[in-house]
């Protein structure tokens, strides 16, 4: 059984043992495009989604740009985030599935795991995707990628991993890292971070994650299908508790159907360690319990990374979160520092970094005075099935002193999901009440993430629940969910027959 320790405060980026850090007093180490010099238009902190966003636009702009990186590059989706969890989630929900085939005459059979060769597999997905989509560009683009700790120095200067440099503009876009309460014994007994437990390369029999929601129920779930026997402690009164309602409540059901414990309300109250097992102590409403498990999975959130980079010595502010304020362009309280992606408290998705981070060139080189359009944000949790969202919540809408009309419609009356035999999940529609304009959309299904691509265009261009109803949508697909929904409002879709409006 593998115990890995390594709960120290990760960054965003994995170690990159074979690229050294820049040593002090020497040049950065020069590691893609162009060679260092000592003056740039633009210089990006980082190499993630926000920061490649930036230097692509830059670059297009006509901008000399550098990229100072002290870790691997590409930053947290490519590494450690999305690509790996999805490329690990869809393994293991064809193990589940091949465990649970629901087409009589058709048998399937969930063999064993062998983790460390599927790691294996993901890490070599995930180097070939760092290089096409990250490292390779920046030669394709003309940008230098350097790599070393970047700190901004007194005056006006900037080192790399101990090469001074200077740029008209800056923008910090290091990103953020797993955090972890502070609840006794738990540093001491070792826990899993998300970057940690998708390095693992022994299963673990049984596993505690902490926290339920969108990376304790991927990677809990993910375990779960793979074979462990997971329990989630969630602090707050339901899981996915930023959902709607209604999906949190099927998905704590079906994560019980599959055999997981759920515990919510819960204060985890210590973490014992006995030999390799670890055992969580917690009370739900006040009554105290115990669960003994071989992990724990810390997945409370993250913390924007600005440590050790000067910001203070530049004037630029930080918000009670510790993230970098920015303004609606991006800009800090420098007027020449600029922020992107999950270090400014933006919510943490990669085309979200992606975004403000070409925003931030657009403004820093152009001046284009560009701010983000958060109309219509999908998300997606890749559970099995996928919850995907865009637009507000009814509690959102409500909030924002709209009056709502909102319809829920179970997968039972989804024709795909009959004839897929699973009809665990729903379709719920936000519309404000009156002229019933779609306010937003969630839903519980498998390919749940795909569907919302529709609501997305849906609710930018301001349809009503009632063109919904009346547009195209193809019989036998997910898709066909949001108009059955849309159709709602108005009628008992149960006494519809195929595809009628
Ligand atoms: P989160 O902030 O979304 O959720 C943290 C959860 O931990 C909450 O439900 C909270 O109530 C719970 N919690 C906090 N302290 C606790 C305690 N002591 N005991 C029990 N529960 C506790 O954080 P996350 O799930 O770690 O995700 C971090 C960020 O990454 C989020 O912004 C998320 O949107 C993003 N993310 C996105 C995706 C995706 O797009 N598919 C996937 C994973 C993560």
Redesign the pocket.
């Known amino acids: 059984m593998t115990t890995p320790m390594r709960n120290e405060e990760e960054t965003a980026s994995r170690d990159a043992p074979h690229r050294p850090a820049g040593q002090p007093g020497r040049g950065p180490e020069h590691r893609r495009g162009p060679a260092p010099v000592a003056e740039y238009d633009l210089i990006v902190v980082g190499s993630g989604s926000a920061a490649f966003a930036a230097a692509i636009r830059a670059k297009d702009l006509g901008a000399s740009v550098a990229l100072c990186e002290a870790g691997t590059v590409g930053g947290t989706c490519v590494n450690v985030?999305?690509v790996p969890?999805k490329a690990m989630l869809a393994a293991a929900d064809l193990r589940h599935r091949a465990g649970h085939g629901p087409f009589p005459g058709v048998a399937t059979q969930a063999g064993p795991v062998d983790l460390a060769t599927m790691v294996a597999a993901k890490d070599e997905l995930v180097d070939t995707m760092r290089y096409d989509k990250y490292e390779h560009l920046a030669e394709e683009y003309g940008f230098a990628l350097l790599c070393g700790r970047g700190e901004f120095s007194d005056g006006d200067g900037f080192r790399c991993g101990g090469g001074e440099m200077h740029a008209e503009q800056y923008l910090v876009a290091t990103g953020a890292a797993?955090t972890a309460?502070s609840?006794p014994g738990l540093p001491e007994a070792g826990y899993l971070t998300?970057t940690t437990a998708l390095e693992l390369k022994e299963m673990p029999g049984s596993l505690v994650v902490?926290?339920?929601?969108?990376?304790?129920l991927?990677i809990g779930q993910l375990f779960s299908h793979l074979g462990s026997r997971v329990t989630f402690?969630?602090?707050?009164d339901r899981v996915a508790?930023?959902e709607e309602p209604e999906i949190s409540a099927a998905m704590a059901e079906l994560l019980r159907d599959e055999g997981a414990e759920v515990h919510t309300g819960?204060r985890?109250s210590r973490v014992e360690r006995t030999g390799p097992r670890r055992t969580v102590v917690f009370a739900v409403a006040g009554e105290e319990q115990r669960v003994e498990c071989d992990q724990v999975l810390v997945?409370?959130?993250?913390r924007p990374n600005t440590a050790g980079l000067g910001l203070d010595r530049v004037g630029v502010d930080l918000d009670d979160r510790g993230a970098i304020r920015v303004d609606d362009f991006q800009g800090t309280t420098n007027a020449r520092i600029w922020a992107a992606g999950d270090v400014t408290g933006a919510?943490?998705?990669v085309y979200v970094a992606a975004a403000q981070g070409a925003i931030a060139a657009d403004n820093a080189i152009a001046k284009l005075g560009r701010t983000m359009d958060w109309k219509a944000m999908p998300?997606?949790?890749?559970t099995s099935p996928q919850i995907a969202s865009a637009g507000m919540t009814e509690q959102e809408a409500h909030d924002a002193g709209l009056a709502v009309e909102s319809r829920v419609l179970g997968l039972g009356a989804l024709p795909r999901a009959l004839v897929n035999r699973d009809t665990r999940g729903l379709f719920k529609l936000v519309a404000e009440a009156g002229g019933r304009r779609l306010l937003g959309a969630h839903i519980l299904a498998d390919n749940a993430g795909d569907v919302i691509a529709a609501v997305v265009y849906a609710i930018k261009n301001d349809m009503t629940v009632n063109q919904l109803a009346q547009t195209w949508s193809p019989y036998l697909t997910m898709a066909e969910g949001l108009k059955l929904t849309a159709q709602t409002f108005t009628r008992d879709v149960s006494r519809l027959s195929c595809c009628a409006v």
């Open positions: 985030g999305c969890s797993p309460p609840i998300s902490i926290g339920a929601s969108a990376i304790g991927e402690l969630e602090a707050l508790p930023f819960v985890v997945a409370t959130g993250r919510p943490q998705f998300r997606v949790t890749f």
